[in-house]
C-alpha cells in the first residue's frame, strides 16, 4: 500500500467517525427532543453520508460494522422499538 493510500484510507477513516460521533450526539439529544423535525432531518442526512462513507471504505479496505444506517420517522421512533437486552 502506499503512502497516499494510508493517508486516503485514516482521512476516510477520521470523516466516517465525525460522521457517526454527530449521528451519537444527535440520538442523544432526540432522545429528549422528538418534535424536532429539523434535528430529525439531520440524523437521516448523516446517516446516508455514514453509510456511503462506509460503503466506500468497504470497496477499498474491507468490512465495517454499520452505525446510524436506520432511519427515523415523524417523530423520533427510534426509541420506539425493544433494546437489544429487551429481546
Known sequence: ??????????????????????????????????????????????????RDLKHVYEQHFGPLRQYGASFSGYPWNWKDTPWPWQL
Open 1 to 50: 500500500m502506499s503512502e497516499a493510500q494510508k493517508v486516503n484510507r485514516y482521512e476516510l477513516m477520521e470523516k466516517i467517525q465525525m460522521v457517526d460521533f454527530a449521528l451519537v450526539d444527535l440520538t442523544l439529544y432526540l432522545d429528549t427532543h422528538p418534535q424536532d423535525s429539523q434535528a430529525i432531518q439531520q440524523f437521516n442526512q448523516l446517516a446516508v453520508e455514514s
